[in-house]
């Protein structure tokens, strides 16, 4: 969605309020300001972040993708930065709507971004109706398709480090001891190789 990026911060079209953050791991980025009512919208320009509704992970965003679309107005979602740094656009999500009016190029980018979000989520939850080694390795190709990194085996790629079993856990809903156990079963299955520190994902 770098086009989307893109798109919010060209003053040409209509200028409006941004920010940019650098953050460390383990920031925290809040969606809402409770003294004032606002919301905002993070772009990502570099690190990975985990979108969390209360001890849930939703989801994660890196590299052109943005938090605060994901709401269900009841509990409060926030941001945790996951990678050892990361780079963010903050905006407030009235400037974005505004801005995303004027044009039908702009609503088209909001939208698709929308529909990732949403195709994302129906796909997690089709997830997490399986058993947990099942829900294990879906999941794990899901994150690997986005976020992997090249290994020395051609056929797998490895998951980052910041992606640790705690992390897996509070995505999947798989207990931390159970994750355990589904990661030696598929890794005894040929479908990933799992040490201490280190997951491959065959794809």
Known sequence: ?????????DDTIMPIRSEI???NKGDKIELEDTISQSRYIFGVSDGIIA????NTI????ATDHFIGFHTDNESPMY????SEVATVWKFNLQDIFAKISLTRNGFLLYNKHAMQIHDRLLK???ILKLNNPNKLILSLRSLVSRFGEP??????RRLPQCFTKQI????TGIKLSSLTHALNKLHDDGKIMYSRRVILVYI
């Open 51 to 54: 979108i969390h509704k209360d």
């Open 1 to 9: 969605m770098q086009e989307f990026l893109t798109f919010l911060l």
């Open 151 to 156: 290994s020395t085996d051609n056929e797998a």
């Open 124 to 126: 997690k939850l089709s």
């Open 58 to 61: 939703l989801d994660f965003a």
């Open 168 to 171: 897996l856990s509070d995505y």
């Open 21 to 23: 953050l650098h953050l």
């Open 79 to 82: 941001g945790k930065v996951l």
